[in-house]
């Protein structure tokens, strides 16, 4: 069975300093990959999405991802975090094939933003 | 504007009784999903359904049921088999087509048992 592992429960950045989220997923073939964030007690949001081309990936509020099929990875990237990205991250995929779309998601990283 | 809603946002119950949560979509989607989710478990799928009048059992469906018997409209019932149901439920939706096509998410309820 497919899984997703999101290895960081927590993470703490300053305001301003960089921030990588990682994912791995185990599939025997590749998978689309997807990002959401989630605000405290709401819905989840879509950041971005990978299923071919480019591996590296541009999503909205300035997020980033890159795909690696080598490594199993599809980690978050963001150049510098402002206090509005503290909120909680998916990351989810999705068998290439099959008609269900049934997405299976990680845990989940809760970013916390200091000042 | 489109867009996927949910109600109420919050429900509280008393052991043993069933209750409905809604979910409604005008986003013209075909397919619609219920997940559960925990502190720390990610979310979970409960049932899924890809065409009125059909739906499938996802990972954790026992002590649930749903309808499809409108193409915007997909309720979820927690009935007292359900043994720990608080816990809050994300209702989703996505376009027919390939795999590739994103769910969108309403805004959740919150459900606690009293």
């Known amino acids: 069975a497919q899984s997703v592992t999101q290895p960081d429960i927590h993470i703490t950045v300053s305001e301003g300093a960089s921030l990588e989220l990682r994912c791995n997923y185990s599939y025997g073939a590749t998978p689309y990959l997807f990002w959401y964030v989630q605000s405290p007690g709401q819905g989840l949001q879509l950041l971005l999405k990978y299923f071919s081309g480019d591996t590296l990936v541009q999503g909205i509020k300035g997020f980033e991802a890159e795909f690696k099929r080598s490594q199993s990875s599809f980690n978050l990237r963001k150049p510098s975090v402002h206090w509005s990205d503290a909120a909680e991250y998916f990351c989810?995929?999705?068998?290439?094939?099959?008609?269900?779309?049934?997405?299976?998601f990680g845990t989940g990283t809760r970013l916390q933003v200091t000042l | 504007d489109g867009g996927i809603t949910q109600s109420p946002k919050y429900l509280f119950r008393k052991e043993g009784q069933n209750v409905t949560l809604s979910c409604e979509q005008n986003?013209?989607?075909?397919?619609m999903y219920w997940y559960r989710q925990d502190p720390g478990q990610g979310l979970r799928l409960i049932y899924y359904?890809?065409?009125?009048?059909?739906?499938q059992k996802g990972d954790i469906a026992e002590g649930y049921s749903v309808s499809r018997e409108k193409k915007e409209s997909f309720p979820l019932t927690v009935t007292s088999a359900q043994k720990n149901p608080t816990a809050f439920y994300l209702c989703?939706?996505?376009?027919?087509?390939?795999?590739?096509?994103?769910?969108?998410f309403g805004p959740g309820t919150r459900l606690t048992v009293l």
């Open positions: 359904s890809q065409i009125v009048n059909d739906f």
């Open positions: 986003l013209n989607h075909d397919a």
């Open positions: 989810a995929v999705v068998p290439y094939t099959g008609t269900a779309s049934k997405l299976t």
């Open positions: 989703a939706s996505r376009r027919a087509g390939g795999a590739y096509n994103e769910q969108f």
